[in-house]
């Protein structure tokens, strides 16, 4: 049982391992090619690292990041590719700074008003794409990605001042939210202040894995995922199973700019960050949908973020970090799916010498029955993950 | 059905190991060492200026271009190296904040933020370094003893290249392209159309703006530019003012291929050597001496007397205004005069122009 346990975790590592070593070397040709040192730019880049203020720069990044790769990952549990995340974000973003600035409770009820309004106004926008795939059978990749040009407008629309918008100087900013509305930080003195949200966004890695893995909902998102005709002939409502996935990937999205909104700008003006929607969706694929991979894989997202801001200064392009986090996106789809072939392949050839030693199957004890077992999950999870 | 819990059991196990672990770690990283990147007190601020650049950095022909020739003559001038920084794409404040910082400790002075979207970021820096000074183009919202907004009145120069456009157009139609819906280019819109009307009323302006957002491109789309002036001119427009950093190249280009004006912006696109094809249809641009002002801000420094307070740049100093460089602009009867009296008037303060639209 161990032994086979310890063989799926290599696979698991693998996949990310391999993909990160072919995106370095690959990034070492292209410094190569443009006539720079190979190797220093990630010694400047891991010597920045230990430095504390870079590293509470790093986590507070890593948080909005995860929050949103949560958001793609559980559309992809279910073979949603939520592609709206980018929409749902920035619209629950204006939509909670404007709730800020117009609403003052006291803390202890404002922030849990703040949360919520982000949390439903995600959803409603994911759930704009739910209904239409469910009702009229829209492909959620096309509606979402309208949905997030018609979020650009709605945002560019509230922000007027004659609207919600209030102006400073060129800016156009929704005003300065409440401070009972103020996520606190953690002051950390010469490092900096690390946002609050942090852990919220931990607590929501956990709540993901418990409602995924620990209760009937969960079961049936990823059994529908899987196999909608063995969901639907077990009695699960595939349509509904749709709708209820798409609301909370949108729910999960909307928490995503929460951490530079209540921990940070407390306005949502032009200057505030884009395009973290987009950058989940190859987190999520990297860190393989489950909630510790996608925690990894925010790190190291943020880390080459944050880290390559030295280059500039050091001779070297911080392009170079974008240059890697492209190649390590591509890498990593090319080889999972070589380490799934691979351990498919491995496993067909333990039980083909199982079975040719005599064993029979089943009679064999705990290896011989939980790796079958094991294989028919491996199977779902490699699809549910790919796809 | 028998086996799955045990399965399920065991994944569940390693996967909360897992969570702990990361916790751990996370937990092990933020109390791990004290030292920080930009805590000591820095070299002395001999390096010279440093530059930190908008959307579509150096290269866009227009904004940050016109600043990066401040740097350069700066460069020349005092003999130091500087330093010019690009952002990076959807980045947040935060990263703002820890570029100009940066530059700061690493010894630049005077750090100067192109574009009004380092506002927030120049009032921290400034903040925690209050030896440095900062300069921020395009925003007048940071009140500090150290920092020094340089400002532009757009709408100034603007008006001006809305007079000529009004002169040199036959159709009585003339068209704006603006290349972000944002405050800052509404400057330009207003001033370009109450100059036309000023001028002669019966013209109609066809405005356009490329995008809602920067992200989306609006400044950094040459091909949206050349759409948008394609449809202007197929709708009547003969002369077509464009606000739109690079994107301006897109509509130029159509301008020119249709033999319409088209009307630069912030630098002497005549004199460009991207437009140079195109220039025989460049009637004139409305400049922006974003580069004299970031200029002026190095040599306060360099003199030892810092600029402090908000820099206003108008028509009156010379920091907007049109250029004359095209010699078709001599030849439409009555453009040169009208510009001249425009500019008298502005100056004099009997034309107020808008800002907003």
């Keep these: 049982m161990k032994k086979f346990d310890k063989e799926r975790l290599l696979l698991g590592a693998a996949g990310p391992a391999i993909a990160l070593v072919v995106a370095v070397l690959l990034t070492s040709v292209v410094l190569l090619a443009s006539g720079k040192s190979p190797f220093e730019p990630y010694a400047i880049m891991l010597e920045q690292a230990g430095f504390a203020d870079i590293q509470v720069l790093i986590l507070n990044a890593a948080a909005g990041y995860y929050i949103a790769a949560l958001a793609v990952a559980v559309g992809f549990r279910m073979n949603l590719f939520n592609i709206g995340v980018e929409g749902q974000y920035r619209l629950a973003a204006m939509v909670t700074a404007v709730v800020g600035a117009k609403v003052a409770l006291p803390g202890a009820l404002q922030l849990p008003l703040l949360v919520l309004v982000a949390a439903l106004t995600g959803a409603f926008w994911a759930g704009i794409a739910g209904l239409l795939k469910v009702t009229r059978g829209v492909s959620e990749v096309v509606s979402t990605i309208m949905l997030n040009s018609i979020a650009t407008a709605v945002i560019g629309y509230f922000t007027l001042p004659k609207v919600f918008g209030v102006q400073q100087g060129n800016n156009k900013t929704t005003g300065e939210m409440h401070d009972s509305g103020w996520f606190p930080n953690l002051d950390l003195g010469p490092a900096g202040e690390l946002y609050g949200f ?66 940070d700008t407390h306005t949502y003006s032009l200057s505030f960050p884009t395009s973290l929607g987009f950058t989940a969706i190859g987190i999520a694929l990297l860190g393989r949908g489950g909630p510790v991979g996608i925690a990894f894989a925010s790190l190291l997202w943020a880390f080459l973020d944050k880290a390559s801001a030295e280059l500039d200064y050091r001779g070297y392009d911080t392009e170079i970090a974008v240059i890697m986090q492209g190649l390590i996106v591509i890498a990593v789809v090319v080889s999972y799916e070589a380490v799934g072939r691979w351990g498919l392949r491995r496993q067909q050839q333990r039980v083909g010498k199982e079975l040719a030693a005599g064993h029979v199957l089943g009679k064999t004890g705990a290896p011989g029955t939980s790796g079958e077992t094991g294989t028919s999950g491996d199977n779902n999870d490699k699809e549910v993950a790919a796809r | 059905m028998g086996r799955m819990p045990r399965t399920t059991r065991t994944r569940i196990t390693r996967r909360c190991a897992h969570a702990a672990a990361a916790v751990a770690a996370l937990a092990l990283v933020v109390t791990g060492c004290g030292e920080t990147s930009s805590g000591g007190s820095g070299e002395k601020g001999d390096k010279g200026m440093a530059i930190a650049f908008d959307i579509g950095g150096k290269g866009d022909q227009s904004f940050n271009d016109a600043a990066y020739a401040g740097l350069e003559r700066a460069r020349k001038e005092f003999g130091y190296q500087g330093n010019a920084v690009e952002p990076k794409d959807g980045e947040s404040d935060a990263d703002k904040v820890q570029r100009l910082k940066q530059l700061a400790k690493q010894g630049y002075d005077p750090v100067v933020g192109i574009g009004f979207i380092y506002a927030n970021a120049t009032k921290e820096a400034a903040e925690a370094y209050p030896d440095t000074t900062f300069g921020i183009v395009d925003d007048s919202t940071v009140k500090a003893k150290n920092v020094a907004p340089l400002v532009f009145n757009e709408e100034q120069g603007s008006y001006l290249a809305g007079v000529a456009a009004a002169k040199a157009s036959k159709s009585k139609t003339v068209g704006f392209v603006g290349g972000v819906d944002v405050p800052l280019i509404h400057k330009f819109e207003a001033g370009f159309a109450q100059g036309v009307k000023d001028t002669d009323p019966k013209i109609k302006v066809i405005t356009q703006y490329l995008t809602e957002t920067a992200e989306e491109g609006g400044f950094s789309s040459p091909d949206k530019g050349k759409a ?130």
Excluded: C, H
């Excluded at chain 1, 929501?204 to 969960?218: D, E, H, M, Q, S």
């Excluded at chain 1, 196999?227 to 999205?253: D, F, P, Q």
């Design chain 1, 198 to 263: 942090v852990f919220v966004a931990v607590a929501l890695g956990i709540a993901y894995w418990v409602v995924l893995n620990r209760t009937r909902f969960g079961f049936d998102l990823r059994a529908t995922g899987a196999s909608e005709s063995a969901a639907a002939a077990s009695g699960v409502n595939a349509k509904r199973m749709v709708l209820t996935a798409m609301l909370l990937s949108g729910a999960v999205a909307g928490l995503a700019g929460l951490p530079t909104l209540l921990n």
């Design chain 2, 228 to 357: 948008a002036a394609e449809a202007q001119i197929e709708k009547g427009a003969d002369v077509i003012y464009q606000a739109a950093g690079l994107s301006g190249q897109g509509v130029v280009e159509a301008a020119a291929k249709e033999k319409k004006w088209a009307i630069g912006v912030d630098s002497d696109q005549y004199k460009q050597k991207a437009l140079s094809k195109y220039k025989d249809y460049i009637l004139t641009s409305a400049t922006k001496d974003v580069g004299g002002a970031v200029f002026a801000l190095a040599e306060s420094v360099e003199r030892g007397k810092p600029l402090s307070g908000e820099q206003r740049f108008s028509l009156k100093e010379g920091g907007v205004g049109v250029t004359e460089s095209n010699p078709e602009f001599g030849k439409v009867p009555g453009l040169k005069a009208a510009v001249d009296r425009a500019k008298k008037d502005i100056v004099d303060g009997k034309i107020e122009v808008a800002t907003a639209p």
